[in-house]
């Protein structure tokens, strides 16, 4: 019964061994079982149990139920030492999956912790230092995994919040070496408005940051969407409502198409979110049809219990790929990273290396 918390299934052999990108992880929604419960025994007062941080195998919630799952597991992950351990846990399980080149991303927050000792306190410096050092150590380790990091921005707070936000990515972009890329703008889709938020995307843009925006996750966002598409967006995350079949509109394809724009898709996420009804309903057969970037991602492997191998099984499984779909699938998201040329070139003779292993 234990392990019906640990993963909805397990991909086969060759979606674990195929070398993989992951583009769209938020680092609290990525949050494993194993490391939920070390974060439970840490913290007994809270009184929090899987149920509560984790949406399993048949179940669904809205979207909105989501984001309370977020606010639970924010409170387990509040202290340095939580936020190294987190990290640390996912890169290693992200790594462990197969996936070569991560991008990871996260809502820089403080936190008092009020009552306990005051080195416990975090701030937003503070809490990127540690996805940082996370990542650094991991990388000291010889973990094989390449890992970048996105600053995230939540909709929620407004434009004063996501103007600092771009402001710390800005600094750390600098002193990272680039380790920082870019930005993401992320959270609950119904709260706040797009246009708010453009001064500090478009200062982001002129530094050299990346922008990877969520995009139409829910429906009726046409004005939103045809705003941010105008920065042009780097990537897009989900652009679930953005073709007409579902209330979209032609023109927003045609801007994704024009600008080459890549979406990151999420079937999971999607599905459990339910945003989308069912696999095979998922828009991601929309865009491959037209031959369109698209990514394979997870976006919340913890919350939606499932990691990376298994959505490129189902992709595969629902659309009908291929082994050798699957692969190029796998291999045309390298050219759709953050990180520079010389990185993407590294990674496609990574999957050089290991295609004739997997095509005897
Ligand atoms: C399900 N679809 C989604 N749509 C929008 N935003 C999402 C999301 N899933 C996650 N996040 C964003 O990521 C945060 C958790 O990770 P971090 O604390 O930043 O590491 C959430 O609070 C939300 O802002
Ligand atoms: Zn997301």
Redesign the pocket.
């Known amino acids: 019964a234990l392990f019906n918390f640990v993963m909805d299934n397990e991909a086969d052999v060759f979606y674990r061994e195929l070398p993989k990108v992951e583009l769209h992880a ?5 949050v494993s079982f194993q490391t939920i419960e070390k974060l439970i025994s840490r913290k007994p007062h809270l009184n929090i149990e899987h149920g509560m941080t984790a949406i399993g195998k048949g179940q669904r919630r809205t ?1 909105d139920e ?2 309370q799952v ?2 639970v ?2 409170q387990l ?1 509040d202290t340095e030492e939580d936020i190294l351990m987190v990290a640390t846990d996912v890169i290693k399980e992200f790594a462990a999956d197969g996936v070569k080149y991560l991008e ?4 820089p ?1 403080e936190e008092e912790n009020t009552g306990k000792d005051v080195n416990m306190e975090i701030d937003k410096k503070k809490y990127v230092e540690t996805v940082i050092k996370a990542i650094r150590q991991c990388k000291s380790e010889g973990v094989d995994i390449d890992v970048r990091f996105l600053l ?1 921005i ?3 707070n407004g434009t004063e919040v996501a103007m600092e936000t771009v402001k710390l990515a800005e600094e750390f972009m600098l002193s990272t070496d680039g380790l920082v890329v870019g930005l ?1 703008l ?4 119904t709260v706040g408005h797009g246009k708010d938020l453009l001064p500090a995307l478009q200062r982001a843009k002129n530094c050299g940051l990346k922008l990877s925006l ?1 995009l139409s ?1 829910v429906p009726s966002q046409l004005e939103e969407s045809d705003l941010l598409l105008n920065l042009p967006p780097d990537r897009i ?2 652009g679930t409502f953005l073709h007409p079949e579902v209330g979209g509109s032609q023109s927003l394809v045609d801007k994704v198409v024009q600008n080459n724009i890549p979406l990151e898709l ?1 079937l999971t ?2 599905v459990k ?1 339910q945003t989308v009804s069912c696999y095979s309903k998922h828009h991601f057969n929309y865009w491959y049809q037209m031959g369109h970037p698209c990514v394979i991602c997870t ?2 492997k913890g ?2 219990s499932t990691d990376l191998s298994q959505e490129y099984q189902l992709a595969a499984s629902t659309f009908g790929l291929s082994h050798e779909a699957v692969w190029k699938l796998s291999q045309q998201a390298i050219d759709y990273i953050f990180a520079p040329d010389t990185v993407k070139q590294q990674l496609k003779q990574k999957w050089i290396d290991i295609q004739p292993q997997m095509f005897k």
């Open positions: 938020h680092l609290n929604g990525s979207l989501c984001f977020f606010k597991i924010h992950v990871l991303r996260s809502t927050r995230a939540d909709r929620r993401d992320s959270g609950d889709p969520h996750e995350g989900h999420c996420s999607n979110g976006d919340d919350v939606f």
